[in-house]
């Protein structure tokens, strides 16, 4: 991204400014506690594409504006519930299912596409197990690290079949085959 070449400089401060009036609506709409949780899960959706595309220039600026939002989604009591729902089972999850499967999804989507927008593109170091998690009732969830309770459900389907994490800490790492590299990645020489 930081090799993009600007063709014209009036169109992308445009673009830039209609981002912006974008994120600042998707904000607005989030907060609006009148919404039902679809809608603001939707408007935290278009808050972080809108924040990204408006910081092109600037990834990190992006990455830190929206990890703090992601933070606020996680925070709000309806998706406590959903969540806590959703991984404990119980017979509060027979009502609603198809309702709470997708926002489920749909919560676990931004966090899977921001996590993989942070590690390609931002130049400081988010580990996995710092990610903002979402607060049950008996623990925290954390979106990316724990993203297998989620997605080996049978109403998950094949949206996130490959791991959102590229931490694998079941591996031995031989330290004559490995070295970490400026962003803090281990790199290990495949044998």
Not at 27 to 46: M, P, V
Not at 115 to 143: C, E, G, H, M
Request: aromatic share 10%; proline share 3%; with cysteine.
């Amino acid at each position: 991204m930081r090799k993009l070449n600007i063709v014209s400089t009036k169109e992308s401060e445009s673009a830039k400014k209609r981002f912006e009036e974008a994120r600042k609506r998707a904000t607005d709409a989030f907060c609006n506690e009148a919404l039902d949780i679809q809608d603001r899960i939707f408007a935290a959706k278009l808050r972080v594409a809108s924040e990204i595309l408006e910081c092109l220039d600037n990834p990190d600026t992006a990455v830190s504006s929206c990890l703090l939002f992601l933070g606020k989604l996680h925070d709000l009591p309806p998706i406590r519930e959903i969540f806590t729902v959703y991984l404990n089972r119980g017979i509060k999850s027979k009502f609603n299912k198809t309702e709470r499967v997708e926002n489920v999804k749909s919560v676990m989507m931004i966090n899977y596409v921001l996590y993989q927008f942070v590690s390609k593109f931002s130049s400081k170091y988010y580990s996995v197990l710092a990610w903002t998690t979402i607060q049950l009732s008996d623990r925290s969830f954390n979106p990316i690290w724990n993203w297998q309770e989620v997605s080996t459900r049978k109403s998950w389907g094949e949206n996130l079949i490959q791991p959102p994490n590229e931490l694998q800490l079941d591996k031995l790492i031989d330290r004559h085959k490995s070295a970490v590299n400026s962003r803090g990645e281990i790199i290990v020489k495949a044998s």
